[in-house]
């Protein structure tokens, strides 16, 4: 991957609003690869049974693939996001997403998407589906 493409993503999720909301860092970025993190804050992202919003976990997912799906250069949209939720992860713990392409061609991209704590506990595994839209990233 072009070392301006991986700069300008990793500026691009430094100033998203959204990840910034959340506190989303990008940990690592290649082609087809993206980490990302941010520690699960009970006082802000539970439900109402007083464990992990599923709402939070898949913004996570979504970092993760959105980053992930870039790196190619061209433009990426979701097509299809395929969530299992295996853990409420504890209070406080640093939870990390990990977007892996598994499949490639030049209109979709598959990626199998994973959060663990930082005790490498499962708490979701995602297959995701994205659509290259030809145009250049332009951020």
């Avoid at 433009?75 to 409420?88: G, H, K, R």
Wanted: some cysteine; charged content about 20%.
């Amino acid at each position: 991957m072009d070392d301006e493409l991986k700069k300008a993503i990793y500026n691009a999720v430094k100033n998203e609003p959204f990840a910034r909301c959340l506190n989303m860092s990008l940990a690592a970025l290649e082609e087809g690869y993206a980490r990302v993190e941010m520690v699960y804050d009970p006082s802000q992202m539970n439900n109402i049974y007083q464990r992990a919003h599923g709402g939070a976990i898949f913004s996570l997912i979504d970092e993760a693939f959105e980053t992930a799906s870039q790196t190619r250069g061209r433009i990426a949209v979701a097509l299809n996001v395929n969530v299992t939720y295996m853990a409420s992860p504890e209070d406080g713990s640093r939870l990390i997403a990990e977007a892996k392409e598994i499949n490639s061609s030049n209109k979709i991209s598959n990626f199998d998407i994973t959060v663990t704590d930082g005790g490498g506990q499962l708490i979701a595994a995602c297959r995701a589906t994205a659509y290259r839209t030809g145009r250049p990233v332009t951020f």
